[in-house]
C-alpha cells in the first residue's frame, strides 16, 4: 500500500513565526491529500487538503503545496499562535480507494 | 449533529479475552473506516465499508480481527483472544462518500490489555 514519510517528527517555533512540515509518497496515483491536527486526548481533525489537480491552496494562516513529479507535498503555517501547538499528520488518499495512509505525524510546540 | 460516536472510551481486557468496539457514523455517511493509533506505528488503516459493504480490510491483521455492518447506523470491530500488543486507540471515521472526502474521526476507543 502507499507509503507517506513525514519530516521533521519534532517542531518549535517562536510566536509569530513560520512552520513547515514536510510529506512524500509513492503511489503515484494517490489524488487526494489531507492535513490532521491533533490535540492532546482529542481526535484528528481536518485543518486543510488539497486535490492532485491544484498545486497550491490558501486557508487563513495555512498553505498547503503538492509536488506531483517529486510526490511531495508540505504544510505550512504563517504567524504561528500557541494554539497551533499539536500533533499534525499529512495523509495521501490512494486512486485505488479511499482509504488513507498518514505519515508519523510532526509535533508543533509554539513558545509566546 | 453529535458527529461520530464510539463506544466505549476506554476498555480493559485481559489477554486471551474479547473485545467488541462499536461505531455510530454521521447520519447520512455512506463510508466508515476503522484506524488504529499507537506511538510507535502512528495511525493505520484497518478497514472500510461503504453503503455497508466491506470494501476493504488490507489493513486488518488476517487472525483475530473482524469487523461488521449490518445497517447504517453502526459498525463493529471486535477483537479476539486480545493480546497486550492489541493495545492501541481505535479511531473510527466517516465520510458523505468515501473518495476525496473529508474524513470525520470519532473520539477513539483506547483499549488497554493486559
Known amino acids: 500500500g502507499e507509503q507517506v514519510e513525514q519530516l521533521p517528527s519534532i517542531l518549535r517555533v517562536q510566536e509569530g513565526s513560520s512552520a513547515s512540515i514536510n510529506c512524500s509518497y509513492e503511489?503515484?496515483?494517490?489524488?487526494?491529500f489531507p492535513w490532521y491536527k491533533q490535540e492532546p486526548g482529542e481526535n484528528p481533525k481536518l485543518i486543510i487538503d488539497?486535490?492532485?489537480?491544484?498545486e497550491r491552496k490558501q486557508i487563513q494562516e495555512l498553505i498547503v503545496l503538492l509536488d506531483k513529479k517529486a510526490k511531495r507535498f508540505s504544510l505550512h503555517i504563517t504567524d504561528t499562535q500557541p494554539g497551533d501547538s499539536a500533533m499534525y499528520f499529512c495523509?495521501?488518499?490512494?486512486?485505488?480507494?479511499?482509504?488513507?495512509?498518514f505519515g508519523k505525524g510532526a509535533k508543533l510546540t509554539v513558545s509566546p | 449533529n453529535a458527529g461520530v460516536i464510539q463506544t466505549p472510551r476506554h476498555k480493559v481486557t485481559g489477554k486471551g479475552q474479547e473485545a467488541t468496539l462499536w461505531c455510530e457514523p454521521i447520519?447520512?455517511?455512506?463510508?466508515v473506516f476503522w484506524y488504529r493509533q499507537t506511538i510507535v506505528q502512528g495511525l493505520e488503516f484497518l478497514t472500510y465499508?461503504?453503503?455497508?459493504?466491506?470494501?476493504?480490510d488490507s489493513g486488518m491483521p488476517k487472525e483475530r480481527f473482524s469487523a461488521q455492518m449490518p445497517n447504517q447506523s453502526h459498525s463493529t470491530l471486535k477483537i479476539q483472544s486480545t493480546q497486550p500488543q492489541d493495545s492501541a486507540v481505535y479511531l473510527c471515521?466517516?465520510?458523505?462518500?468515501?473518495?476525496?472526502?473529508?474524513?470525520?474521526f470519532g473520539p477513539g476507543t483506547r483499549l488497554t490489555v493486559l
Open positions: 503511489d503515484s496515483a494517490s489524488n487526494y
Open positions: 465499508f461503504r453503503n455497508q459493504a466491506p470494501i476493504d
Open positions: 447520519s447520512g455517511h455512506s463510508a
Open positions: 495523509a495521501a488518499e490512494g486512486g485505488t480507494g479511499s482509504k488513507l495512509s
Open positions: 488539497i486535490r492532485s489537480n491544484m
Open positions: 471515521a466517516s465520510s458523505l462518500d468515501g473518495q476525496y472526502a473529508e474524513q470525520f
